[in-house]
């Protein structure tokens, strides 16, 4: 049985940083594209990274471009987001999801983690 699980959410100051882990057991995921996504409350989910299976294809979502950094260690089936210089508009909870690479869509999602940025 598959599963995903995040961790590292919390409360957090403007300004400040937090690390997100994910993860996912049940199978190999060594191949998977690794994803975060975010979404706030009364909003859509929005896409904030994603990370291939080899580490070297990476993509950020506009708002999140160069403050969140993803990385991912095969080794432990888990996937990283730092954040950096958050804001209250990164308040969200945040999902975890991974696809094998020929899925056109996200199979498996974590129950997600809440962060919450105070101004």
């Known amino acids: 049985q598959v599963h995903v699980e995040e961790s590292g959410g919390g409360l957090v100051q403007a300004g400040g940083s937090l690390r997100l882990s994910c993860a996912a057991s049940g199978r190999t995921f060594s191949s998977d594209i690794m994803a975060w996504f975010r979404q706030a409350a009364g909003k859509d989910r929005e896409f904030a990274a994603r990370?291939?299976?080899?580490?070297?294809?990476?993509a950020y979502g506009n708002s999140v471009k160069g403050r969140f950094t993803i990385s991912r260690d095969n080794a432990k089936n888990t996937v990283y987001l730092q954040m950096n210089n958050l804001k209250p508009e990164d308040t969200a909870v945040y999902y975890c999801a991974t696809r094998r690479p020929a899925s056109p869509t996200y199979d498996y999602w974590g129950q997600g983690t809440q962060v919450t940025v105070s101004s």
């Open positions: 990370i291939s299976w080899t580490g070297d294809n990476i």
